[in-house]
């Protein structure tokens, strides 16, 4: 069974950081583009940002305009394990993030249950 966990969220300070994880199980982790996606309050879905099979380093990376420059995705395919560093924090980024699976290029087939991530001072 494909099963995504993430973790790392919690509360932190406006211009702070926190690390998210996820970590995968029940496929080849790296044989597919992983994504992050977001829900804030009363809002929709939002992507955050996705990376190729090959990682930062070989494959590619990409943001949404909201977040570029902040935020950094990263994996490490030996550990079947997807990353998600955000830098300079805003109250705008409170959501909560999910982690996410390609099942063929731009299109979504799994998702993880999600981690909490509040931006307050």
């Known amino acids: 069974q494909v099963q995504l966990v993430e973790s790392g969220g919690g509360l932190v300070q406006p211009g702070g950081s926190l690390r998210l994880s996820c970590q995968v199980s029940?496929?080849?982790?790296?044989?597919?583009?992983m994504y992050w996606v977001r829900q804030a309050p009363g809002k929709g879905l939002e992507w955050v940002s996705n990376i190729t099979p090959g990682g930062v380093g070989s494959g590619t990376t990409y943001y949404s305009d909201s977040v570029k420059g902040r935020f950094t995705i990263s994996r490490d395919n030996a550990r079947n394990t997807l990353y998600l560093q955000m830098n300079s924090l805003k109250s705008e980024d409170t959501a909560v993030y999910y982690c996410?699976?390609?099942?063929?290029?731009?299109?979504?087939?799994?998702w993880g249950q999600g981690t909490q991530v509040t931006v307050s001072s």
């Open positions: 029940g496929f080849t982790f790296g044989n597919y583009w």
């Open positions: 996410a699976k390609d099942s063929t290029d731009w299109y979504i087939d799994y």
